[in-house]
Structure formats: C-alpha cells, structure tokens
C-alpha cells in the first residue's frame, strides 16, 4: 500500500514537472519576466495578459491597414486602451495582433521594434504610412472638408474632428469649422442660430439629417455657373455687359425696376436720370 502511494506521488510530480516544461515551450519572455501567451482564435490565454477589458478591446478597435488614416486608427488605439486601462504589456500586444498587411510586414521587418516602447511604436508607424504633412496643409484639408450631399451628418462630424485632432484644434475653432462646412445656406444659418456650446450638441441636432443628392437641375445650375461670361454676355441686374448678374458689383435692383436709377415707377426708356445724362449706379454701359 505504501509503495502504491508513493507511486502515485511519484507520478503527480511528474505529472507536474511536464506541465512546466509544456509551459515552458508554449511561453514567450519579454522584458517583465515570462509570459505564458497561448493564442486561440482571437483570444489571448494568458494569466498575465488575459482580462474582459484586453478582450474587448481587442473587439472594437479595428485592423491597421495602408487603407486606413494612421492617424485615426492611432488614435482610436488610444482612446480604447484609456478606458479599459490597459497595461503597457496589454497595449503592445493589442498594437501588434491588429497590424495587418504592409503594417505586420513593417513591423517584422525589424525585430528591435518588438522591444521598442508603444509611444516610440505609434511614432514611426505615423511616419512609415502617414507622411509628414505641415499644419497648414492638414489645416487646409480641414477647412476644405465640406458636407457632402447624400451624406449623414454623422460621417461628415467624424471626420472633420478627425482632421482638426490633426492640428490640435480647440472645440471653438472645430465647431466654426463644423458650421462653415455646411453648404446649404437655410441649414448653415440655422446652425449658426443655434449657438451651440460645442461640437456634441451639434452632433445630436443634425445627427439625422442627410444632405439631398444633388438633382438633374442642380446639376444643370452648377454647369451654367461655370460658363465664363463673354463680352456679349448681359448682367440682369444693371443691363450692362461682360459679366453675369451673381458677379454684378452694382447695388441689387428689383425685379422690373428701371435699370437706370432702380425706380419702380418706370423703365429705363423713361428715366429723368437717363435724359439729363446724369452719373448714377444703375446705368447701362
């Protein structure tokens, strides 16, 4: 009997003694010390890295590709490892699981990278697949980036804050932005009207709003609008030619008013001013 028990203790620590060896094989060691990592599917086995906020956060954020703005995705990377306060280990590995294509080659194309800090990581990522741009140029962008039509509001929101974090943009500046990139001029003054006290609370009173596509007779305005006038062309609004009435730098006349003086009690056939030959800001050349 007691050979039996000893047996069986025999066999429990040897049991014991492949358990670690197995461990040992299947563990990787960084910096800290050994870390058992066993990956199985998209899940990291691992009593060191293992939490539901690495998992979750390996959920939301989404692959780095060439096709994506290094600059949002490191940002994004950013935000999510803050609120599931992950650790420095937990940020590498979540950094490098999501890399895909030209972005894990470029990471395996160096192996001293893997021994780099996040920070310095995210830095040359930046550079390797965003370029270096000046402020005025990713300002320009910013101020260029107008709501499109047949686009929610949402879309258009998102990515001009993407574009002002590029410069680092205060919310008043970005809400102006927000506002003067609204091309329809009922929606723009409303806006404006509104006064809103940062850019949220813009995002929930047009979160619902799309733009209109642009229709057959918008196209066909934007086309005329871009016929240079000819020297035959005549203004509508002071009756003199070589240029069209939106580039008329004349006061805006009425509607059937004399062209002459802008008097509605005749036409320019008629006008006093017109007879005694007499300047005025209305008169045809």
């Not at 670690?20 to 050994?34: A, I, K, L, P, Y």
């Not at 609120?83 to 395996?108: C, F, P, T, V």
Request: hydrophobic letters at 35%; proline letters at 4%.
């Amino acid at each position: 009997m007691s050979g039996g028990r000893g047996e069986g203790r025999d066999g429990d620590k040897n049991g014991d003694r492949r358990e670690e060896r197995d461990g040992d094989r299947s563990g990787v060691r960084g910096n800290s010390g050994e870390i058992g990592v066993q990956q199985n599917g998209d899940r990291f086995e691992t009593s060191g890295l293992l939490s539901p906020g690495f998992n979750m956060a390996r959920e939301i954020l989404m692959d780095f590709t060439e096709k994506v703005s290094v600059r949002s995705w490191i940002a994004q990377y950013e935000n999510i490892s803050a609120l599931y306060s992950l650790s420095d280990m937990q940020r590498r590995a979540l950094l490098i699981s999501k890399l895909k294509g030209n972005s894990l080659e470029w990471m395996h194309a160096d192996a001293g990278r893997f021994a780099k800090p996040v920070n310095e990581l995210l830095e040359q990522l930046k550079l390797a697949f965003g370029g270096i741009e000046s402020k005025s140029v990713l300002r320009r962008k910013f101020e260029a980036r107008s709501w499109s039509p047949n686009e929610q509001f949402a879309t258009y929101f998102g990515e001009k804050c993407r574009l002002a974090r590029d410069v680092a943009m205060d919310e008043d500046e970005l809400l102006d932005g927000l506002v003067e990139g609204i091309p329809v001029l009922s929606l723009r003054t409303q806006a404006k009207l509104q006064c809103f006290d940062g850019p949220e609370r813009m995002l929930r009173a047009f979160a619902d709003i799309r733009l209109p596509a642009k229709g057959p007779a918008m196209a066909k305005l934007a086309a005329a609008k871009a016929v240079p006038a000819s020297s035959e062309t005549r203004c509508f609004n002071c009756n003199a030619k070589g240029h069209w009435k939106r580039e008329c730098t004349k006061p805006k006349r009425s509607p059937g008013s004399c062209y002459g003086c802008g008097a509605e009690d005749h036409r320019i056939a008629e006008c006093p001013g017109n007879k005694k030959k007499a300047e005025n800001n209305y008169s045809a050349k």
